[in-house]
């Protein structure tokens, strides 16, 4: 069975470089990056099948994470992606009906000045019905591409990107899975940084 490598390399520049995509099988592809920005705040993993359309997100993975895999896909069918890195100011974690994070005072700051103050503030955990936990804050930055809870479960190294929102919202729920009970929560105002070159491959014929 033929193995398709789709590779990118830019020299040179602030895109993302070295980002490769295999065809491992028909049907699997595994997506591959270097862990070369240490203030990266995590990347967003993108795909379409139409070069001229709207991107599609696999997902949010964290800052060292430098592989993912896009399984099951539609076979014989032309797939194209991509990623960016994304940064931002993180909230204080909290715990479900634990305190709020403090609420510092002053204006709204621009995010992408760096500054610390610009953080979502006085974010808060509270359990809602159907095993639901929803989630608070307060914007206090004024030019953010959107905000991400951050989850680390008992027992888990870090945290990691589990729901995204839109941009100045300040509110949003999430359903609890098992092995959540006690985790520890925390918001980050983020802004995007350039996407990678886009890599195409196609994808084989199912069962062979």
């Not at 990056?33 to 991107?55: K, L, Q």
């Not at 509270?126 to 680390?152: C, N, Q, Y």
């Not at 941009?167 to 940084?193: C, D, H, K, V």
Request: hydrophobic letters at 35%; charged letters at 20%.
């Amino acid at each position: 069975m033929a193995v398709l490598l789709a590779v990118a390399f830019v020299s040179g520049c602030a895109e993302e470089p070295r980002f490769t995509a295999t065809l491992t099988d028909p049907v699997n592809v595994d997506l591959s990056w270097p862990d070369d920005d240490p203030d990266v705040a995590g990347r967003i993993v993108e795909y379409t099948t139409d070069p001229h359309g709207e991107y599609t997100i696999l997902q949010f993975v964290p800052p060292r994470q430098t592989s993912y895999r896009h399984p099951d896909l539609m076979p014989e069918t032309r797939f194209y992606y991509r990623i960016r890195p994304f940064y931002g100011a993180v909230s204080d974690a909290v715990t479900v009906s634990g305190p709020a994070t403090p609420a510092p005072s002053g204006p709204v700051v621009p995010l992408r000045a760096g500054d610390r103050s610009a953080a979502p503030a006085s974010f808060r955990a509270e359990p809602a019905p159907e095993r639901m936990v929803r989630f608070t804050w307060t914007d206090h930055s004024s030019d953010e591409d959107g905000f991400l809870v951050e989850i680390k479960k008992p027992g888990a190294a870090e945290f990691v990107p589990i729901e995204v929102s839109d941009p100045g919202t300040t509110s949003a729920g999430l359903a609890t899975m098992p092995g959540e009970e006690g985790a520890s929560y925390r918001l980050r105002a983020f802004y995007y940084g350039p996407a990678s070159p886009v890599l195409d491959l196609v994808s084989g014929k199912d069962g062979y």
